[in-house]
């Protein structure tokens, strides 16, 4: 079965203090893994999609990378419009019609205080 | 572009009600998907569709229908509500199976 954990749960850092959040999974054939930001009371904004170990993107001030087990989402010096709820999902490569299903974490609280 | 959108925005059930959570798409997706949110349990996938006609169940589909009859619309249909049916519904939709999912905003539903 296809899991994914993130931690920390939540996390509060100042203006400007740089930080990563971790997504672990473990999944039978990674087909992606990918970043969502999710503000109260929304629907979750696609970030990111990383598809092999190794693999980085950036944007702004966050930058997602991938390793064979976990993702890690760094934030460089944040600002307070960066606080929300950060969502990792992974995708596995089983699905006879291609449309793998998205397996998603709990997700990060970040609250940035100016 | 309006992107996904849902209505209603927020519902009050009771139970043994039914009712239907509308979805549409104007982006020209394919593949759609409907997700349930609950505290500490992370977004749930419900139903997905790969193209109109066409549509499989997820991790907790019992209790709901879909139905795809054109490739812009996707709606769930809740049988008869439970209690256990509350939670926060979110509809989406992607051009490609790997590509991101773009979310709509979401229906609040309580049940009573």
């Known amino acids: 079965e296809d899991q994914v954990t993130q931690s920390p749960e939540a996390l509060r850092l100042q203006e400007g203090e740089s930080s990563s959040l971790n997504c672990s999974y473990t999944v039978s054939g990674l087909r992606g893994l990918f970043w969502y930001r999710q503000d109260p009371g929304k629907g979750p904004e696609f970030l990111f999609t990383l598809y092999s170990a190794g693999e980085e993107k950036e944007k702004e001030r966050l930058k997602a990378t991938l390793t064979k087990k976990e993702s890690f989402l760094h934030i460089t010096a944040p600002k307070p419009e960066d606080s929300a709820t950060y969502l990792c999902a992974v995708q596995a490569g089983r699905s006879n019609f291609g449309n793998e299903k998205l397996t998603f974490g709990t997700g990060t609280r970040l609250t940035i205080i100016p | 572009n309006a992107g996904v959108t849902q209505t209603p925005k927020f519902q009050v059930l009771k139970t043994g009600q039914s009712m239907t959570l509308q979805c549409a798409q104007d982006m020209n997706h394919e593949y759609m998907s409907w997700y349930r949110q609950d505290p500490g349990m992370g977004l749930r996938l419900i139903h997905y569709?790969?193209?109109?006609?066409?549509?499989d169940q997820g991790e907790v589909p019992n209790g709901y229908n879909v139905s795809r009859s054109t490739t812009e619309d996707f709606p769930l249909r809740l049988l008869s509500a439970a209690p256990s049916q509350t939670s926060v519904y979110f509809c989406a939709s992607s051009y490609t199976a790997t590509y991101g999912y773009t979310f709509g905003s979401g229906t609040r539903l309580t049940v009573v």
């Open positions: 569709s790969v193209g109109a006609g066409i549509t």
